[in-house]
């Protein structure tokens, strides 16, 4: 079964304050153990990331 894309539209604000500087990365660092909806959560962040073109490090 496939699942239908999540939108995020104003979930992650990937502006910064200077606009000269370019946000070309993100990391996603998580503190351990299981949690309810971490995966769903990790899973829309790369998902919006990947969208606006950025590279994902996830620690």
Same mark, same amino acid.
């Given at each position: 079964? @496939? @699942?239908?894309?999540?939108?995020?539209?104003?979930?992650?604000?990937? @502006?910064?304050?200077?606009?000269?500087?370019k946000?070309? *990365?993100?990391? #996603?660092?998580?503190?351990?153990?299981?949690?309810?909806?971490?995966?769903?959560?990790?899973r829309?962040? #790369?998902? *919006?990331?990947?969208?606006?073109?950025?590279? #994902?490090?996830?620690?």
């Amino acid at each position: 079964m @496939r @699942r239908e894309p999540i939108l995020l539209d104003k979930s992650l604000p990937l @502006r910064l304050c200077s606009e000269e500087k370019k946000l070309d *990365k993100i990391a #996603v660092l998580t503190s351990g153990g299981d949690y309810p909806g971490m995966n769903a959560g990790i899973r829309a962040v #790369v998902r *919006k990331t990947c969208h606006q073109g950025l590279k #994902v490090v996830v620690i």
